[in-house]
């Protein structure tokens, strides 16, 4: 039979594995690196022992379930996120294509320009300025329009309409 003390150390474990592999999902590694960080030491940002994939995945659902009604990251936590990742890729992009036409390498430089183009079209849908020109229109009410309608009959020596 099972101490107090153990359920307590075995529930302050999970509790360390699940903000654990939470926070490595946050940091949006996969779940094959998070196995294999798992096992590094505490000092190099393991747990010290492995966990599988499957233990990693219950851990981090549990532990967003526990969170979820604290987060409150807004739009703009998101966009300036969202900025930051796609600012990244948009660089290793330019890189590769300064690399690869540096080595004469055409393939490779049309599949950077590719993946630049791709990066460049996400960010313009999240910033929205992929969506057509504003164009700005002048309001017309209808006495704008009776105005100019009887200025126009005047100047021409006719009556004006009269507005009821």
């Given amino acids: 039979m099972?101490?107090?003390m153990d359920r307590e150390v075995v529930a302050a474990k999970v509790a360390i594995e699940e903000e654990?592999?939470?926070d490595r999902r946050v940091e949006r590694l996969s779940w094959r690196q998070m196995r294999d960080r798992?096992?590094?030491p505490v000092e190099r940002g393991g747990l010290g022992y492995p966990l599988g994939?499957?233990?990693l995945q219950a851990r981090a659902d549990a532990y967003f379930?526990?969170?979820r009604g604290t987060l409150r990251v807004g739009v703009d936590e998101r966009r300036a996120r969202?900025?930051?990742e796609i600012d990244e890729l948009i660089r290793l992009a330019i890189g590769d294509i300064k690399v690869a036409r540096a080595a004469g390498d055409v393939k490779a430089s049309a599949d950077a320009e590719l993946r630049l183009?791709?990066?460049q079209e996400r960010e313009a849908k999240i910033f929205g300025t992929d969506s057509p020109q504003r164009i700005e229109a002048e309001v017309v009410t209808r006495d704008g329009v009776l105005?100019?309608?009887?200025?126009?009959l005047v100047s021409l020596g006719r009556d004006p309409v009269e507005t009821a």
């Avoid at 105005?147 to 126009?152: E, R």
């Fill in 53 to 55: 994939i499957s233990i």
């Fill in 147 to 152: 105005d100019d309608l009887n200025a126009a």
């Fill in 65 to 67: 379930e526990q969170i």
């Fill in 2 to 4: 099972t101490k107090p």
């Fill in 38 to 40: 798992s096992a590094l």
């Fill in 82 to 84: 969202q900025e930051g």
């Fill in 20 to 22: 654990w592999a939470y």
């Fill in 117 to 119: 183009l791709r990066y």
